[in-house]
C-alpha cells in the first residue's frame, strides 16, 4: 500500500460501524496502515455497546447510515447522549439527503457516499478528528 505515503494518517481510535464485511476489511486495513487503532462494531447498537463501554477511548466513530437492528440514524442520537461531544462521521451508498443534513445540523462531522476511496476517507477522519468544518 505504498500510496498510502501521501494520506493523511494519525495515531487516534476509530470506531468503524459497518454491517458489510468487504468495508470493514478495506477500512480496517487501510486504517491501520495509516497508524490508526481500529474497533468493529456490526450495527448501531454493538456501536453503542462498545462506546458506552470504552469512555474516552474512541476519537472518531465512521458511521454507517444503513443497517440492521439499530440505523445509523437511532445510533447517533444514541452516541451523543453518551458523549455530546462525539465526533461522527456519516457513510452510505444508499441514504436521503435530508436524512444526512439533518445529522449535520445536529453536529455530524461530515458524510463519506459510497463506495470509499481511502484518500477521501482518509482526508475526511483527519479534518474531523482536527475539527475542521464538515465536508457532505
Known sequence: MAELKKIPGGSETILIVDDHETIWDFLIEALQELGYSVL????????????????GVVDLVLLDMIMPKCGGHQAFYQI???????????????????????LLRQGACGFLSKPHRIATVAQAIRDALDGKAPQS
Open 80 to 102: 451523543r447522549e453518551l458523549d455530546p461531544d462525539a465526533k461522527i462521521l456519516l457513510s452510505s451508498g444508499y441514504v436521503s439527503e435530508n436524512e444526512v443534513q439533518d
Open 40 to 55: 468493529l462494531a456490526e450495527n448501531g447498537l454493538d456501536a453503542v455497546e462498545i462506546y458506552r463501554e470504552n469512555p
